[in-house]
């Protein structure tokens, strides 16, 4: 067991200007699951694949425990990997794939053997011993790739898009078994995920890159409570925060026909570049469905409803008398309110919000940051 | 009950729990023109042959009497003869060694050139392959003369060697053109899974590269062997002591020496065919795993 260290590491490829992992600072500790998550082209496959020894360091350093690892070979660094693709070898079968580098190790064959069926106890893969990978579903291809890493017992596990392969369902159902089986053996993990689902739901702490550069760590409650500017704020979540640009005006942010009150504090960390206008952010739980006409209210015409049983979600645009301001979640361009699936408006409806005291993000317009 | 419901008026329900097994296994007749075709072809093929090996069962008289005819009655001497010629066994035991020699030669210097090219990046590397694929529009016949000369400075005239040598780099172009591709799909995790697993870069050609491509290697493997084994030219050129003919040589030579006893010549020559076919049939399927197969995860 060990903890990860990442110092200013930076990797530049060959013929590129922008590095594509720029001075990532990141410490992990001994024991801990945490998840690399970021849109694709990000660099956190890099900065995975740098801790694997994979990718050359350009500048800084890697430490695992006490030791730089930053030019140590791979197979050196004591450390194990799950591929998305699992890259399992063909030509042997699941025991000799998992045990491969206890083999190469000169481990003793009858250690080997017993290491391998404990592994392949834990994953449900005992039947399977004998087969080849050719034989064996996505899933228990999976589960094999883990069984491999778990077999060599490194210092660090590293998984890279692990669960992309598999179906919806099968992802949601390995997902809580990789999470528990990573509590239950206690090794420090790094996992690389595009899906914020399941960075939120495995990771003891996640951290957000963007462009190669980290936006933000922090445990799942701090990500989605706090996120530290805008980028993280409409990454985080699902379905995603609606995020705004508005005009300050006497202390308050001007949404639709709503006047949001800001804290002094954040009024006056405004600058010249933000020209009067701050960002605002609210997910769709924080908002409330109000009587027309209540104070702090804003309009939204209803487009599109999902149900999904539990809850029930709003898709609309922000009616407003000023036409000042562009409010939207994510990718779409559309206001979403999570409403009671009891009591559904109608397509064409419009339904007035409030923002749950307290619940609204504030950013700078022009540097993206929270404020306040 | 809901199902019959949806019928088209008139038609009869199926009866619940009944499974009719329809024949779709049944064999489906192609139409008479592709048979033709192909009985052309195939006596086209084996018409000849089948005219050698039955030759050698009948005696010179009844070839003249009659040259189409079957033996009657059959004669086993001609080929108990060339069984039990010593100049026979010399020829198969010389082709043996230089169809395997040749194999074994080009498979080695084949799979270690083509995962070089294949998986190092390297100056000039595009070039090496090039220039191996320029091999192939390079036959023999024209560098034959130069090639015999360079095979007498070296002293390998009336050797095995001097005919294994040049059939190796003959055999080279191809084996690295089926190869390459070959190598190449074996894909960059495998390589990067070996290497966090401990395994070197020779490791990783060792346990990884060579059981992968094996179906590959077989291919080049059987391509050089029958190569090897049906060449004629070089021989002929670099070989000119009894002691070392190759079963071609050995052919043209008996025939040549026993011109007059054309049923001997045929039991020689069919006799000299089998071990290239028999090969050859044996590893038939392999040869056409190694052209398509590539490497599945």
Sequence with gaps: ?372 | MSASATLPAGLPTATPGTYEVRSSRKFQWGSPLTYLIALVLIAACIGPVLYIVLGGFRTNSQITEDPSGLPAPWVFTNYTEVLSSESFWIAMTNSAISALGTTVGVVVLGVMASYVIARYQFAGKGVMYSLFAAGLMFPMTVAITPLYLMVRTLGLTNTLAGIILPQIAFALPTTIIILVPFLRAIPKELEEAASIDGASRLGFFWRMVIPLSLPGVITTGILAFIAAWNGYMLPLFILSDPNTFTLPLGVANFASQYSVDTAKVLAFTSLSMIPALIFFSLFEKRIVGGLTGAIKG
């Design chain 1, 1 to 372: 067991m060990a903890t990860v260290t990442f110092d200013h590491a930076t990797r530049v490829y060959p013929g590129t200007e922008r590095p594509a992992v720029d001075q990532l600072n990141l410490h992990i500790e001994d024991g801990e699951f945490l998840v690399l998550v970021g849109p694709s082209g990000c660099g956190k496959s890099t900065s995975l694949r740098m801790l694997a020894g994979l990718e050359d360091v350009n500048g800084g350093r890697i430490l695992i425990g006490d030791r730089d690892v930053t030019d140590v070979q791979p197979k050196d660094r004591d450390i194990a990997m799950v591929f998305q693709n699992y890259a399992l070898y063909p030509h042997m079968s699941v025991a000799d794939n998992m045990g491969f580098a206890l083999k190469i190790a000169g481990t003793p064959k009858a250690e080997i053997r017993q290491r391998v069926e404990e592994a392949a106890k834990i994953l449900d893969l005992t039947e399977y011993l004998d087969r080849k990978p050719k034989a064996l579903s996505g899933g228990q291809r999976q589960r094999v790739a883990m069984g491999r890493a778990i077999v060599r017992q490194p210092q660090v596990f590293l998984m890279d898009e692990p669960l992309s392969n598999l179906d919806a369902k099968l992802r949601v159902q390995t997902r809580t078994q990789i999470a528990s089986l990573q509590r239950r053996l206690g090794v420090t993990t790094v996992y690389v995920t595009h899906d914020q689902t399941e960075a939120l739901t495995m990771g003891d702490r996640i951290a957000v890159l963007k462009g190669g550069v980290l936006q933000q760590v922090g445990t799942p409650r701090e990500m989605y409570d706090a996120p530290a500017n805008v980028f993280v704020a409409g990454f985080i979540g699902s379905p995603a925060m609606n995020i705004g640009t508005f005009d300050v005006k006497e202390g308050a942010a001007l949404v639709g026909n709503a006047q949001i009150p800001l804290e002094r504090s954040m009024v006056a960390g405004l600058t010249d570049a933000d020209a009067g206008k701050v960002t605002v952010g609210f997910r769709p739980e924080s908002l409330d469905v109000v009587p027309s006409g209540t104070p702090g209210s804003f309009q939204v015409q209803v487009n599109i409803v999902e149900e999904l049983g539990s809850d029930a979600y709003v898709y609309g645009s922000l009616q407003s008398d000023l036409g000042t301001g562009e409010l939207s979640a994510g990718d779409s361009d559309q206001v979403i309110v999570r409403i009671n699936p009891r009591d559904v408006p109608m397509k064409g409806d419009i339904i007035n919000v409030a923002i749950k005291a307290g619940h609204e993000h504030v950013f700078s317009a022009s540097s993206g940051n929270r404020l306040g």
